[in-house]
């Protein structure tokens, strides 16, 4: 029976609060020292792929970045984001979709993903994603998945866990890898789970489908 996983992570989203899932991080500090690092204008156009109700995009919007787009396949994910935003929530661009089903009209300066890109495990899905990445992608990409010192399974699913090198092949068609790390992330539930996050540029040899727009 094929997983419906829209519906899975609406029902995690609507049963379960921040602190009663694992990937809850009240800080994402490893994301923002990736993205300071670009040393990008505030007006970069920056994509929070799963961000749901992360709190990174708080952090942006404090920082002065101010064209900031969160995806997630859970709408009740996006409605708890906005909610705790209050009125800054209209200053962010919301978008309900699976990634893998994603048509973005804009190309973007940083696609950053911290733990979506691991539940992606057949090879369909992954080059639907990637294919998705390096059209639209003008800059540079950030990626957080579960290392091979990670756990299997999260949320009830399995996933993909990765080491650098087999992170740098998926995306070696249209990426350069700049740098990874490794971060052990504390849940809500005081258990460690080991995270690769690897930062990426876009290669300048292979041109977007679409034009970038003037800033």
């Known amino acids: 029976m094929k997983l ?8 995690v989203h609507e049963t ?21 690092s670009f040393k990008l204008n505030k007006k970069a156009k920056i994509i ?8 990174l995009v708080d952090y942006l919007l404090k920082e002065g970045y101010n064209n900031i787009t969160v995806l997630d396949i859970s709408e009740k994910a996006i409605a708890k984001a906005k909610k705790r935003l209050g009125e800054k929530a209209s200053k962010v661009n919301w978008i309900v979709s699976d990634i893998t089903e994603f048509e973005p009209d804009t190309s973007f300066d940083v696609w950053h993903d911290r733990a979506t890109f691991h539940f992606l495990t057949t090879d369909d899905q992954i080059k639907k994603y990637t294919n998705i990445a390096t059209i639209f992608v003008r800059g ?4 957080g998945t579960f290392s091979q010192n990670g756990p299997k399974k999260c949320s009830g699913l399995e996933i993909k866990q990765y080491n650098e090198e087999e992170l740098t ?10 740098r990874c ?16 996050f690897c930062s990426f540029k876009r290669q300048l040899t292979v041109k977007p489908a679409i034009p970038s727009p003037t800033s």
């Open 4 to 11: 419906d996983r829209k519906k899975h992570w609406e029902t």
């Open 16 to 36: 379960k609060n921040p602190d009663q899932v694992s990937w809850t991080q009240e800080i994402p500090k490893t994301s923002l020292k990736f993205i300071r």
């Open 48 to 55: 929070d792929i799963g961000g749901g109700d992360s709190k």
């Open 140 to 143: 540079y990409l950030i990626i």
């Open 169 to 178: 092949s998926e995306l070696k068609k249209g990426f350069d890898k700049i």
């Open 181 to 196: 790390v490794s971060e052990d992330h504390t849940t809500p539930f005081n258990t460690i789970q080991n995270f690769l």
